[in-house]
């Protein structure tokens, strides 16, 4: 049967057919899909993870025990990752093992663009690359049979564009899997202490001259010979762009990307004029042709940064010498600011942090466009966590001057994922930080999923909820408040209050997400709108920058009747929420409530 996919729900459905017992992963663009899709398949146990280095642990356990496990990952999760990713490599595995790192060239939803073809490479782990959702399918099978073959580790690694375009997909039976578990004690080959570590490391190194031969032999390594004038190395996505843009010339499509296939690279680069090495991002593939000692174009005339479409490969081969210009770069399209949505929890706060004038210690989550203006809130964001840990260090390193000036903001399930070690740490070593956990009752920012702080598993089973504050008292933290994000006079009172307190303090803001898959019938909030007669063109309420808030300017004789108001605000009926944020910032009693509404 054959069925259009996503390349995540082809990932998915790929190792439903490789006999997948155990899938893990944390949320995060692009891979978030791929979980979601594992858990509707009968026989898989599928789980949210806390972060990526406790469901590569899960998947890793469940390896040794004879199963084939998966742990779907974005790149910036293969960081948090990487610790037991680097020793895994060296005790190998029993059941397969595939890891999918899914890559964000551009930065669509992601706060740098690393490479993770380089993850391969550091950690000797080989690496797949599909090209469309059939191969995302085939790749994920191939990848396990690699795994248990070689008794390794596998990447699999997608961008943002096969992660999330469709394409048609050939499906299969699944593969049966073992009635039993297969749990042995092999402390040689698992305990990764010294004296067992070194006798590991030699067997990874043959592994890899294992591998690289197997790869001059791997179908999915393939060579197009047509035009001999130009030759052109790629893979995912971006062959899909050279062949598209140059359907003519002669290619070497590599299916895996690590190690590459030395031979055939060097046979290929004889037999073309000139060889192009086409890759978004890093000269991954351009710096190992050229150790071989073979002459390849590629970060000369092709981008390091952002993502590469056809007109890249055109706009690059063409402009080269000797190579006749075939068509045309595709058009410009303007960008579209992202914003919180009307009626976001996060909004009200944001605004008040923004009048107090403090430092905020940001982090990652839907609260981060808080950066951005009318609200202008947020002065850090690096990773997942980080936040409580800048602040600590700005009041460390500055003391009196960082004194009721900086506050760590963190959401609910990022302070879950990594946000617990830097608040304990907050609470040892005697902090004087205010941290603002934000809960909305779930992982907002990639599709509202399930976390341990929801009392909710991925597939809608009850379990055990955090308590933030017995948890926040368990760290040691004494000064634990929690408050109603939407009351912006209480906000303010409490904020005051925490930021000149001269020890650590946590304060809580709890209201879900507007999008809240859960909230009950009949809560829905009065929509709001402006009486006319009563605005006064004041702007206050268009500083919270809701999406539901316009400005309407205001014919010239309109204007002059109502002593030269220019315009007024306006609510916007289908994007309201009734949240009521901006009628408590108008001081004229404009904003109202609807009549009649419940």
């Not at 000797?124 to 396990?144: G, N, R, T």
């Not at 700005?394 to 009721?404: R, V």
């Not at 900086?406 to 070690?421: C, E």
Request: with cysteine; aromatic share 8%; hydrophobic share 40%.
């Amino acid at each position: 049967m054959k069925v259009i996919l996503s390349g995540n729900e082809a990932i998915a459905r790929g190792a439903y057919e490789a006999g997948v017992a155990v899938a893990t992963a944390y949320p995060g663009t692009p891979s978030t899909e791929i979980l979601e899709n594992m858990a509707t398949y009968e026989g898989v146990y599928a789980e949210w993870s806390p972060n990526e280095k406790v469901a590569l642990e899960v998947a890793t356990g469940a390896a040794i025990g004879g199963r084939r496990a998966l742990a779907a990952m974005k790149h910036v999760g293969v960081n948090v990752a990487a610790d037991p990713l680097f020793t895994v490599s060296y005790t190998g595995i029993k059941g397969g093992l595939v890891i999918v790192t899914a890559d964000d060239p551009e930065m669509h939803s992601s706060q740098n663009e690393q490479d993770n073809r380089n993850y391969a490479k550091f950690a000797k782990v080989p690496m797949l690359e599909p090209a469309d959702s059939q191969e995302a399918k085939d790749y994920i099978k191939l990848a396990f049979e690699l795994s248990e073959r070689f008794d390794t580790p596998v990447f699999v690694r997608t961008t943002t564009r096969i992660s999330h375009s469709k394409s048609i997909v050939e499906l299969s039976e699944p593969k049966q899997r073992p009635a039993t578990s297969a749990l042995e004690k092999q402390p040689d080959k698992y305990v990764m202490v010294p004296a067992h570590a070194r006798r590991r490391h030699p067997l990874v190194e043959q592994r890899i001259k294992d591998l690289e031969a197997f790869a001059e032999e791997f179908p999915e390594n393939r060579v197009e010979l047509q035009d001999l004038s130009v030759g052109i190395i790629a893979s995912g996505t971006c062959y899909q762009y050279a062949r598209e843009a140059f359907p003519g010339y002669s290619f070497l499509k590599l299916g895996m990307v690590y190690p590459l296939p030395k031979k055939k690279i060097k046979e290929f680069a004889r037999q073309v004029k000139k060889l192009y090495a086409f890759e978004e991002l890093d000269p991954f593939f351009e710096e190992q042709v050229k150790a071989l000692g073979i002459e390849i174009i590629g970060k000369e005339v092709f981008p390091s940064c952002g993502e590469f479409d056809p007109g890249t490969a055109e706009q690059g081969i063409s402009g080269a010498a000797g190579v006749e210009k075939k068509g045309a770069a595709l058009p410009y399209l303007p960008p579209r600011p992202p914003t919180m949505c009307p009626g976001c929890p996060h909004r009200g706060l944001f605004y008040v942090l923004n009048k107090m004038n403090v430092f905020v210690a940001g982090d990652i989550g839907c609260y981060t466009l808080a950066c951005l203006p009318p609200l202008k809130a947020v002065d850090t964001c690096i990773c997942m966590g980080a936040s409580i840990g800048h602040a600590m260090g700005l009041d460390k390193a500055l003391g009196s001057e960082a004194h009721g000036r900086v506050v760590a903001v963190i959401g609910d399930s990022t302070f879950l994922h990594s946000g617990i070690t830097g608040l304990l740490d907050v609470a040892y070593n005697r902090g004087a930080c205010t941290v603002i956990i934000l809960d909305n009752w779930t992982t907002a920012m990639t599709g509202r999923q399930d976390h341990p702080g929801t009392g909710m598993t991925i597939r809608e089973e009850k379990t055990t909820k955090v308590d933030y504050v017995k948890l926040v008292k368990a760290l040691g933290i004494k000064h634990v408040k929690k408050v109603d994000p939407f009351d912006l006079k209480k906000l303010n009172k409490v904020l005051n209050k925490e930021l000149n307190r001269p020890e650590p303090s946590v304060i809580i803001t709890d209201s879900p997400c507007v999008l809240y898959r859960r909230v009950e019938k009949g809560a829905q909030r009065p929509l709001l709108y402006v009486e006319s007669s009563e605005c006064i063109g004041c702007k206050a309420c268009l500083q919270l920058g809701c999406p539901a808030l316009e400005w309407v300017t205001l014919p010239v004789k309109e204007s002059a009747a109502l002593k030269k108001k220019r315009g007024e605000a306006f609510v916007n009926p289908t994007l309201c929420t009734g949240c009521e944020l901006c009628s408590q910032l108008c001081k004229k009693g404009a904003i109202r409530k609807k009549d009649g509404d419940n």
